[in-house]
């Protein structure tokens, strides 16, 4: 009888000790610090630069040269992640737009007279704000589509006609166009990774003032993004 006690009372002493020691090894605070707990990225600001093609892809382009007809812009972004995954940004930025017309009567600006060449040329201050996905809170390291609206204010616009006559080479130009509305607005959508990304722009107001009876350039521009940001 004492040799059974004596064997359960072994028995029962490891087996307090064994649940002390599990609950000590599961439970310590001690070891909360090694914890790791996935939060949203801090606010992080953008400088971007963009290049793009102006074009529609279909019979309005019967009316531009479309790599003679770029876009080219600079901006700043602010990013405000709201939950995870989910961002809102809002942007400031300078575009340039670019358009070189065929030689057609029908898109003559200022005569009805054919050129050897003919540019116009706008160039806008810029506000854009939307919504951004990303896989992962580091940007840097990120697959990401991103929604913004646009809207773009005038600042500069100019039509010029190359012609050459003989060995002279002839260059008109005139700018402070009136009839050119001073404001356009679309939205555009990108996808991208990192630092690059793949965007398309759609126009959704007119350039030429409804009065003027031009016909409206192509609405579509499709290009690529780099950027380069810290928190």
Known sequence: MKQFLLLFSFLVGNLVFAQDYLIK???DPDNFSDVKIDTASSNYHRLKSSWGLNTNLNEDDELISVWGSNLFSISYAYDKPLFKGFHWNFGIGYN??????????DMMLHDSIG??????????????TGFRLQTSKDYLTSFYLEVNGYFNVKTFTKYTTWDKLESMKIVNSASRLSYVNPYNYGFEAKIGYGSISFYSRYRLSNIFDSESGYRELPRLALGITLEVGEP
């Open 25 to 27: 090894e599961r439970f």
């Open 96 to 105: 340039w737009d670019n358009y070189r017309f065929k030689s057609r009567n």
């Open 115 to 128: 050129h050897d060449k003919v540019k116009f040329r706008i160039q806008y201050a810029s506000l854009n």
